[in-house]
């Protein structure tokens, strides 16, 4: 079951309020339809009933595929609350959960992420039974060769799923001041393949790398340059 509730909104361009219901918990098994209004960024958006504006609302959600097995946190960053704030209470609380989870119980794979498109993206990787933290380790390498053009403080790396063919996996760099799409890089699939092959040899290293539940080479990028100036 998917879960909403009443909110109410201030329109960002007029100053109206209005009742607005909010999704905070989407099961795609049982909602589909709003799976797919997540996937076309329909979901919590608002029209403002007084000016031509809508806009999206963006707080929490809890994404669950009982199909895959998988729960998606969706935490948006905001003025208040940073990445590094919304990963280490994160890490907490999992902390806390798994301690208290019976032995033998398989739990869902949790994750974690920031942002609509890195959901979006996510969700697009499962289904296409791609490995997420092979996908990581690709961006990390994108990333460390070619620091100058791909900053990873200004751009995020997104796997673009559906036009990527057999041969080339595409990754569109996206502004985050911005938010808008910048290059296009191609990287061999087969090179992407045959790092699955080492994955599934010895998994540990790149679980090490990207322990979850928020894998991403930006943020491990840009914790290391953190930690850098220190
Ligand atoms: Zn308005």
């Known amino acids: 079951m998917s879960k909403s509730k009443t909110y109410n909104i201030t329109c960002p361009s007029c100053g109206t309020q209005q009742e607005i219901e909010l999704h905070e918990t989407?099961?795609?098994?049982?909602?589909?339809?709003?799976?797919?209004?997540?996937?076309?960024n329909r979901l919590n958006r608002v029209a403002c009933a007084d000016?031509?504006?809508?806009?999206?609302?963006?707080?929490?959600?809890?994404y669950s595929?009982?199909?895959?097995?998988?729960?998606?946190?969706?935490?948006?960053?905001?003025?208040?609350?940073?990445?590094?704030?919304?990963?280490?209470?994160?890490?907490?609380?999992?902390?806390?959960?798994?301690?208290?989870?019976?032995?033998?119980?398989?739990?869902?794979?949790?994750r974690l992420v920031l942002t609509r498109v890195e959901l979006v993206?996510?969700?697009?990787?499962?289904?296409?039974?791609?490995n997420p933290r092979v996908v990581e380790y690709v961006k990390y390498s994108i990333y460390t060769r070619n620091m100058e053009m791909v900053d990873p403080a200004k751009y995020r790396l997104l796997l673009n799923v559906q036009d990527s063919t057999d041969e080339e996996l595409l990754?569109?760099?996206?502004?985050?001041?911005?938010?808008?799409?910048?290059?296009?890089l191609r990287y061999g699939r087969a090179a992407y393949d045959?790092?699955?092959?080492?994955?599934?040899?010895?998994?540990?290293?790149?679980?090490?790398?990207?322990?979850?539940?928020?894998?991403?080479?930006?943020?491990?990028?840009?914790?290391?340059?953190?930690?850098?100036?220190?």
């Not at 946190?73 to 806390?96: M, N």
Request: proline fraction near 7%; glycine fraction near 2%.
């Open 171 to 184: 990754f569109a760099m996206q502004n985050i001041e911005t938010q808008e799409l910048d290059k296009v």
């Open 26 to 40: 989407l099961n795609a098994a049982t909602d589909p339809e709003l799976k797919q209004a997540l996937l076309e």
């Open 65 to 110: 595929d009982p199909s895959h097995n998988i729960l998606i946190h969706w935490i948006p960053e905001t003025k208040t609350l940073s990445r590094e704030q919304i990963i280490d209470d994160f890490d907490e609380s999992l902390e806390q959960i798994n301690g208290m989870l019976p032995a033998d119980i398989k739990a869902p794979s949790v």
């Open 194 to 230: 045959s790092m699955c092959e080492l994955y599934k040899e010895s998994p540990d290293e790149f679980i090490e790398m990207f322990p979850g539940p928020c894998i991403s080479a930006r943020n491990l990028l840009l914790d290391d340059a953190a930690d850098e100036v220190g």
């Open 121 to 130: 993206e996510l969700l697009f990787m499962i289904e296409a039974g791609m």
């Open 51 to 62: 000016c031509d504006t809508t806009f999206r609302v963006d707080m929490p959600l809890l």
